[in-house]
């Protein structure tokens, strides 16, 4: 029996991760289960921020990458598999950038999914977009972005694709094809 797919929607902070989530899920069938890392740890990740004395909008760094990420990812990537064993699509929404940017690791990963099929869908953008719609949507868990932009693009990467399998969705401000085009194609 083949398992359920898991759609992985991967990007920088900003990228459009949510606005490409919506589209993908109203044009897939089953409907996967969504699975937001925002929504899923992010009142947690605010309460364990003040419980060490962080800065709020810490959503980055060495200490954050030790003390935080390793359970947010955990945590989404058991619930993904104890979903798909049920037969239930899956659709995890979340930077990924450990996980899209190392091959040994995307594949370790995909075993820990529950394995194939995993389809990644990375969203390209750049610089000047992330800056515009960080600044845009003004939350205070991107204010340790914004204060150090310049480090946090190029830990990003935005125009550089992944070195794993993947489909690009182009959310450029200046995108040449419009976003529900490309998920129609996509889906279809």
């Known amino acids: 029996m083949t398992s ?13 991760k949510t606005t490409v989530s919506d589209l993908l899920l109203r044009r897939l069938r089953p409907v996967p289960a969504l699975l937001d890392k925002d929504t899923m740890f992010g009142p947690f990740v605010a309460a364990t921020l003040a419980a060490f004395g962080r800065d709020p909008g810490e959503r980055e760094g060495a200490w954050y990458d030790a003390h935080v990420k390793p359970h947010e990812y955990a945590g989404m990537t058991a619930t993904a ?11 995890l929404s979340g930077p990924f950038t450990g996980q899209i940017r190392d091959a040994a690791r995307w594949t370790e990963w995909v075993a820990s999914l529950g394995g194939p099929p995993v389809r990644l869908v990375w ?7 992330l800056r515009r719609r960080l600044e845009e949507r003004g939350s205070p868990r991107d204010t340790g972005k914004l204060a150090a932009f310049d480090a946090f693009a190029a830990r990003m990467l935005p125009g ?25 194609a996509l889906a279809g």
Do not use: K
């Open 160 to 184: 550089t694709p992944p070195p794993v399998p993947h489909t690009a969705v182009d959310n450029r401000l200046d995108a040449p094809v419009p976003l529900e085009a490309q998920l129609d």
């Open 4 to 16: 359920a797919p898991v759609w992985v929607v991967a990007g920088p902070p900003g990228s459009g």
């Open 81 to 91: 598999r104890e979903i798909r064993s049920h037969g239930c699509p899956v659709l």
């Open 123 to 129: 969203i390209r953008t750049d610089a000047a977009t």
